[in-house]
């Protein structure tokens, strides 16, 4: 069985610890997941630099703002595996993140402008408080709903449970599959609408819930946020001499964890690292990376009690080189193809090579990827046709595979379209 040198280890140990200072140093302090971006998706972390061009897996913090263009949607994971999301021209504010005395997590966000939906799961006693308009909805069990606010009017629909709306006029029962307006003109006055109504992103948010539901069963962490993109995206394997490690698939042979990020700053807490692949969340912040010879790198669950910071691994390939944490900068620095990413036209066919370790691949979009993984890793690339995002298991993308001489040397994903994308500049 491979040892790492025991000087590794403790470098290692010691440069989480100081990574995890500035998170450590406010125990009341909660950071969740910016867990999807569709589109363009802004951020203002109060770093000084004001809106930012966000991407998936930055940390979102108390005080965050978070903001979709005319073309962008985005989705929040909190602990549990609740999840809110955000349509076109909304902007939300997280006022709130954080713990009572007794420990239960305590949330509160401000929909300032835009439509959301909030698919809270209820779990562990945890408490959500939606702000709009003048109007709140606190929720101390599970609630499924949409919420819409403007200058002029506001709008809440049940689609599970009764939800109590407190406001200005009084306290509002909206029952399920029933529909209430708030004039905003008028005191924020409430009718309840003859009939419910379906908005056209009800099928997106009820496809992102099944992905959600399909990929995360038999979870037995304490965690939720991020556990389903681990279903999706990879698998468990039993390496001898270290346990079950989670590996990505497509991860191939030169392939590291840290190659691919951003680090973002933010206050209180310093940088962050911020995984450019789509699973990047929790093997980044709990447990640890452990390279094992003929294996490669794998994720090794555990490390519950306590936020690792980003960067934190056991044993290396030869060669490897962690990336540093900049200084003398708030501005985000990109490693690799990670930072904000730019697409103007859906692809229409995507190269998957080996070594891409699902970078490239949406939520969902390409049915069951442990096959494409099985042909990937025998022919080393494959050519994907896409299915609608979100396609949990009723839609299966298309796929032929080849050895493809001219595929990338980098082992990243590719696509292409009459349009294309690019990445931000790096640093």
Not at 175 to 189: H, I
Not at 256 to 271: C, H, I, L, T
Not at 299 to 306: A, D, E, K, S, Y
Not at 328 to 356: E, I, Q, W
């Amino acid at each position: 069985m491979y040892r790492p040198p025991l000087h590794t280890i403790v470098w290692t140990a010691l440069a989480c610890a100081l990574l995890a200072l500035p998170a450590a140093a406010d125990s009341q302090a909660r950071i969740v997941r910016l867990s999807d971006v569709q589109g363009t998706v802004q951020i203002n972390k109060n770093s000084g630099l004001g809106f930012e061009n966000a991407f998936a897996n930055l940390p979102i913090t108390q005080g965050t703002q978070l903001r979709t263009r005319e073309n962008g949607r985005a989705e929040v994971e909190f602990e549990d595996g609740s999840t809110m999301r955000l349509t076109p021209n909304t902007l939300v504010e997280f006022g709130t993140l954080g713990l009572s005395d007794s420990g239960k997590r305590l949330s509160a966000v401000q929909l300032v402008e835009g439509k959301a939906y909030v698919n809270w799961l209820g779990k562990s006693g945890d408490e959500f408080t939606l702000n709009f308009s003048q109007e709140k909805v606190k929720l101390i069990q599970a609630a499924h709903f949409r919420v819409t606010t403007s200058s002029s009017m506001s709008e809440i629909a049940s689609f599970k449970n009764d939800l109590q709306v407190e406001g200005p006029s009084g306290s509002v029962k909206v029952g399920k599959k029933k529909m209430v307006t708030f004039d905003v003109n008028d005191n924020d006055r409430s009718t309840v609408a003859k009939s419910f109504d379906e908005d056209t992103n009800d099928q997106w948010d009820k496809q992102a819930i099944e992905y959600h539901d399909q990929y995360s069963k038999n979870n037995s962490t304490p965690y939720g946020y991020g556990y389903s993109d681990l279903g999706y995206y990879g698998g468990y394997s039993n390496v001898a001499g270290y346990g079950m490690l989670w590996q990505p698939y497509f991860a191939g042979f030169g392939w590291n964890p840290f190659m691919d990020g951003a680090w973002s700053w933010y206050p209180g807490f310093g940088y962050m690292w911020a995984s450019a692949y789509p699973w990047g969340w929790m093997p980044y912040y709990y447990g640890n990376w452990i390279y094992v010879p003929s294996f490669g790198w794998g994720w090794q669950p555990g490390g519950w009690n306590g936020w690792r910071g980003g960067i934190h691994y056991v044993g290396a390939a030869v060669g490897f080189h962690p990336p540093v944490a900049p200084m003398g900068t708030v501005s985000t620095v990109a490693v690799g193809k990670g930072g904000p990413r730019t697409t103007t036209v859906p692809s229409m066919r995507t190269v998957v090579n080996n070594g891409s370790a699902g970078l490239g691949i949406p939520r969902g979009s390409y049915g069951n990827l442990r096959h494409l993984n099985t042909q990937v890793t025998k022919t080393g690339s494959a050519v994907v046709h896409p299915a609608p995002a979100f396609a949990a298991g009723s839609h299966a993308a298309t796929y032929s595979h080849s050895s493809m001489s001219h595929a990338s040397s980098s082992g990243h994903t590719s696509t292409s379209s009459s349009g294309g994308g690019g990445h931000s500049t790096h640093r």
